[in-house]
């Protein structure tokens, strides 16, 4: 059942068309992932379905019982109260009537007012109290602000004393834990680091209702969503899955339109050629021939579908303008601290040519000031940083604080490589998507991925072979991203990388370096691999804990039978997903092979036909026992996960 329906909705400015004709429906526990490039209207869409916007035409429905949550209204109103505190208002309810139980319990033991009525109310008060988790918001409370990496030296912060990061986390716990039935969640990972990612995952995960999420990070989509919908060229469209399914649902489906365009023009063509063939001749009969051919001609271009450009995105290489030697960077004991605050020691990091590094850690651990410290910008308490011979830097500066906002991009550039001249430093700003008159545009006036693009043309064109990259992706769309992992698998040089983004370290990552207050822990491939290794870890410390319990009168197979349960678990799942990707797969070519029998190539060819015909009975008996497959696959997961729930 539709909780939200939104129809044919535009919208539009004097100047351009943002979108039209959105459609689409959520349905309750949807878990929608909302993609697009950048300025195709997705924060506009969120505003017009809250109500804060008007569109020009179409229109939202939902159902009246049901109720939005959105950052905007749990913004961080009360300066003066304390972190905790602020988040502990949205239980304001629950408070209420913990404060009434108690009330109502001091009047019954103490014989005051009517028994039989303090003891009715007793049971309605706490009957709703529980209902509406009163019991666990205390836990959860403590819980969210943990998970989203707040101290329980910030607890007791006010509020108006934290960053703008800080706020933006604290209204992001408060709007989770709001109760509404539909979550807009506009960029949820923004400024949180890893650990909290993977909370708000979870928390995602277990909740019951329907979230609808703008977000440019693909390994949480892939995490939390079920289905995506995608804005492009003004136009939406639904798919169910995943980020990558989506993707590669899409590229078929583009492969498909494009290949089927291709034959169709091949074949107007061929009508067309028949026609000036019959013109030429010139009798009568010939005449009739070609009209009659000009109509089948006519309406096939009327059918013809054009299939949408792709987006432009940019072009660009690194090339590093001479080589390093073997050893690009040697840090020694490296220690820092700041205002009697230990960041780290004891850092040790050897990195060799054409490396590709991570280095991962909690927010405030001082990944930025590690970096900045390599660059010689500030200076470490104690340990040696020792650059190889030949190696030339280049540093991408996550706050771009390298950039002057008050020139215009053909400025910033060229100011910086005054031996270009103005038709190269245009040229390039080209490939960067910066053409006409934009070019001219001041930097303040411009988007963090605007200016994000400006930082890495003047990295392209410095020729670095050592590139210190700090959250590169932060402010891309995910086109510029992949454009960007793709242009960074062909650089020739070496790379040391402070990322959050858990799909491009993936994609890049030879080695990962965890920085803790007591220097680097060091994982030999990419981000999959340290979850794996880390997971083994935690297995590791659990094992130790069971084996503690056992002495103390647990029962000794109890820890194996959970393990060996989780594992069963695991593989059912994996069995779901690739049976669920087999019938996708044997659907779409079932649509394939039906449009063959229908095309002309079949209807003029008996064997063709019969092939076809073939192929297509093997199809639905394939996918009616993909079917049968994927019903009991998913009984014996259901089995399983109350069994995990019993054990948990």
């Known amino acids: 059942m539709a909780v939200l329906t939104v129809s044919n909705l535009s919208k539009k400015f004097v100047e351009r068309t943002l979108f039209e004709n959105i459609s689409f429906h959520l349905e309750k526990g949807d878990k929608v992932g909302l993609i697009g490039a950048n300025g195709v209207g997705k924060t506009t869409l969120f505003k017009i379905i809250t109500g804060q916007e008007e569109q020009t035409s179409g229109g939202v429905s939902k159902d009246k019982n049901l109720t939005f949550g959105y950052m905007e209204q749990h913004s961080c109103s009360t300066p003066d109260r304390t972190v905790y505190n602020e988040l502990l208002s949205v239980f304001e309810k629950q408070i209420k009537d913990e404060k009434r139980l108690e009330e109502i319990s001091f009047l019954i033991e103490n014989g005051l007012g009517n028994t039989d009525e303090l003891v009715a109310e007793q049971f309605r008060v706490r009957e ?10 205390v836990s959860r409370t403590r819980s969210a602000l943990n998970g989203l990496g707040f101290t329980s030296d910030e607890y007791y912060m006010p509020t108006e004393r934290l960053s703008g990061g800080q706020r933006s986390k604290l209204s992001l716990a408060k709007l989770l834990l709001s109760g509404s039935d539909i979550l807009l969640l506009d960029e949820p990972t923004n400024h949180l680091d890893i650990s909290a990612v993977n909370w ?3 928390f995602i995960k277990e909740y019951k209702g329907t979230v609808l999420l703008v977000s440019h990070d693909r390994y949480f989509l892939d995490s939390v969503t079920n289905k995506t919908l995608e804005i492009e060229h003004g136009k939406s469209q639904m798919y169910i899955g995943s980020y990558t399914e989506f993707m590669e649902k899409k590229r078929r489906q583009q492969e498909a339109l494009e290949q089927q365009y291709e034959n169709q023009m091949k074949e107007i063509a061929r009508i067309e050629g028949i026609v000036e063939q019959q013109k030429r001749w010139g009798r009568a009969r010939n005449f009739v021939t070609a009209a009659s051919k000009q109509k089948q001609a006519d309406r096939l271009k009327e059918e013809l579908v054009t299939p949408d450009k792709e987006l432009e995105t940019i072009h660009f290489s690194f090339n590093p303008k001479c080589e390093s030697g073997n050893d690009v960077l040697i ?11 230990r960041l780290f020691d004891g850092v040790n990091i050897h990195i060799r040519r054409g490396e590709r590094v991570f ?5 405030g651990c001082g990944k930025t000031t590690l970096f900045k410290i390599i660059q010689r910008i500030y200076e470490q ?11 030339e830097t280049g540093y991408f500066d996550q706050v771009q604080s390298n950039l002057n906002l008050e020139k215009s991009a053909l400025n910033e550039v060229w100011d910086e490589f005054p031996y270009m001249t103005e038709t190269e430093v245009r040229t390039a700003l080209g490939r960067f998507l910066f053409k006409g008159d934009n070019v001219f545009r ?7 991925g605007e200016r994000a693009r400006i930082a890495l043309l003047k990295l392209m064109l410095k020729g670095g072979n050592f590139l210190l990259l700090d959250e590169p992706t932060n402010h891309l769309d995910t086109g510029f991203r992949e454009q960007l992992e793709q242009t960074l698998l062909e ?9 959050h983004d858990r799909y491009f370290i993936n994609k890049l990552a030879d080695r990962i370096l965890v920085l803790g207050k007591d220097g680097v822990t060091e994982y030999l491939g990419n981000y999959d691999y340290y979850i794996e290794k880390t997971d083994e870890t935690f297995d590791k410390g659990i094992f130790k804990a069971a084996d503690k319990k056992t002495q103390s009168g647990k029962k000794p197979n109890d820890y194996n039978l959970r393990k060996e349960r989780q594992s069963n678990l ?3 799942k994996t069995r779901l997903k690739r049976c669920e990707e087999s019938i996708s797969e044997t659907e779409n070519r079932i649509e394939e092979v039906q449009a063959l029998l229908q095309s002309e190539e079949a209807l003029a060819d008996y064997e063709k036909l019969l092939e076809f015909t073939n192929e297509m009975e093997e199809l639905n008996g394939k996918l009616e026992s993909l079917y049968e497959e994927w019903e009991e696959s998913s009984v014996e997961l259901e089995e399983l996960e109350e069994e995990a729930s019993s054990d948990s």
């Open 381 to 391: 308490d104690s340990g040696n940083v020792i650059l190889g011979a030949n190696v």
């Open 200 to 202: 708000l995952e979870g």
């Open 570 to 572: 695991r593989k059912v």
């Open 491 to 499: 650089y020739t040089g070496t790379m040391l990388i402070v990322s």
């Open 359 to 363: 280095i991962l850690g909690e927010n």
């Open 128 to 137: 709703r109290f529980e209902r509406e988790g009163g019991l666990t918001y």
């Open 442 to 448: 001041q930097l303040r006036e411009m988007s963090g």
């Open 331 to 341: 840090c020694e004991n490296l220690s820092k601290s700041f205002r009697n605050k």
